[in-house]
């Protein structure tokens, strides 16, 4: 029993050396386990082992952060581009002409080619500029398209004429404008001159013009305006007013003689009535006068003798009747008188043939039956034409058959004796001839007038 007890014990004491010295090693072998990894974990997380670097230094509490660093300054913004035009008015222009360019359909002689550019002012034919008062800087300030024989099938002054704010003037003759005259116009407050003269106008005559007030040259002859001309035509402050080859058609105004015009043409339209009487209230202004070629009637007044600074009257080709009044010996500065084709009868007044200025008077193809010795002197200067009349002893005269059938016919004025009137005379013709004659030295001293009206007569421009 003893002996078992003591072998148990020894195998007892065996088995625990045996598991001490396991014990040992493994710890052992488990430490240089567990320090690799470690190592390997201090890598892994970025610490651990002598090439580590330094741990950054404590913050310092009681020093600021630095300041941020300054944003560099913006760069300088871009140099504006050249202004491409001379002012802000040609500009406007500018605009204007380009769309107005492309209405012109036909252009003959190539002038929309110019219209090329930013230069207005100096290239652009058919326009010019001048300094705006108001504005102090340049501006279009005048159109002339005068035979450029522009067309097209809209080709109206409606956004051009009316859209050129500084225009003072504006001449179109012998293109092919046709429609309305801008309702705008009255907008144009520089405009002076309006030439739109051998056009394709027509219908009533174009009240619209009556609102540029500043207008003092007014063309519209050669188109076809038909109608009334309205009364307010003749107190504009014009000093031209060509309204000739149209195919208006009524009495003349009875304030014609209110208007202040020089030069005054309504030659070759279809005007009746009688010439009235207001006309001598045109005295201090007009100078030349055209009713040829119409279907006046009636007398001549006796007011036509106050037109003393008058050079050219002319009432041809009408049915005018009745005699010549005396007071036309009153007209000192007349050069050229027509009477002619008419059927004015009686007498040629001598006061009349005195007129020391006439350089062409004509009273062919009436019935006038006497000529005194101051106007024989004029027929053989070839001054007065009087031929196809009804005067004894003169050649080329009507035959007395034909002169018989005219006088056959009882033929009188209303207003017989209005037509002995003198008014240049106070009680004697001596007063007269010595007024004619001063007259006559202070129309020598005045420069010859060019005769305008008779050049109205032809299309182009004058």
């Known amino acids: 029993m003893a002996t078992i007890i003591s072998i148990t014990l020894s195998f007892v004491l065996v088995i625990t050396f045996f598991i001490q010295i396991f014990l040992q090693n493994g710890l052992v072998l488990a430490g240089s386990i567990l320090g690799q990894s470690r190592e390997t974990l201090e890598i892994i997380i970025g610490g651990g082992g002598e090439n580590s670097p330094p741990p950054p230094p404590p913050d310092n509490q009681d020093c600021p952060p630095p300041p941020p660093s300054p944003e560099p300054p913006c760069p300088p913004p871009p140099s504006p581009p050249p202004y491409l035009f001379e002012s802000k008015r040609i500009e406007i222009a500018y605009n204007v002409i380009q769309k107005f360019k492309a209405k012109i359909k036909y252009d003959p002689l190539g002038i929309k080619n110019t219209w090329v550019g930013y230069d207005v002012c100096n290239k652009y034919k058919g326009f010019h ?46 293109n092919k404008f046709t429609g309305t005259i801008p309702k705008k116009i009255a907008n144009l407050r520089y405009l002076y001159e309006l030439d739109l003269s051998n056009n394709n106008y027509n219908g009533e005559f174009p009240n ?109 080709k009408n049915k005018l009747t009745g005699k010549i009044p005396h007071s036309f010996g009153c007209l000192a500065n007349m050069q050229i008188l027509n009477l002619a084709q008419n059927q004015f009868y009686g007498p040629v007044p001598e006061l009349v043939c005195k007129l020391s200025n006439l350089k062409n008077l004509s009273l062919s193809y009436n019935y006038f039956t006497e000529v005194g010795p101051e106007c024989k002197k004029l027929i053989q200067r070839k001054v007065l034409d009087v031929r196809m009349n009804c005067i004894p002893g003169l050649p080329m005269q009507r035959s007395a058959a034909e ?22 005379t106070i009680g004697n013709l001596e007063h007269n001839e010595l007024d004619s004659s001063t007259s006559s030295v202070s129309a020598l001293n005045d420069p010859a007038p060019a005769p305008r009206t008779y050049g109205a007569l032809k299309p182009h421009s004058l």
């Open 129 to 174: 500029c001048a300094i705006v008062p108001d504005y102090k800087v340049q501006a279009l300030a005048a159109v002339d398209f005068n035979q450029f024989n522009f067309a097209g099938p809209d080709l109206t002054l409606n956004g051009f004429l009316d859209e050129l704010p500084d225009i003072t003037i504006f001449h179109a003759n012998s």
């Open 208 to 316: 619209d013009v009556l609102g540029a007030k500043n207008l003092t040259f007014l063309d519209l002859r050669f188109n076809t305006f038909s109608g009334l001309v309205p009364p307010q035509v003749f107190m504009l402050n014009l000093d031209v007013l060509f309204i000739n080859n149209n195919n208006l058609m009524q009495k003349l105004p009875d304030n014609l003689g209110s208007t202040p015009v020089l030069y005054l043409t309504l030659a070759n339209n279809k005007f009746i009535g009688s010439i009235p009487r207001s006309i001598g209230q045109a005295c201090k202004t007009l100078l030349e006068v055209l009713f040829l070629n119409n279907q006046l009637t009636g007398c001549l007044p006796y007011e036509i003798g106050l037109l003393t600074k008058a050079r050219i009257f002319d009432v041809s």
């Open 403 to 424: 002169c018989a059938a005219f006088f056959c016919k009882p033929r009188s004025c209303p207003d017989e004796k209005s037509l002995g009137i003198v008014p240049c």
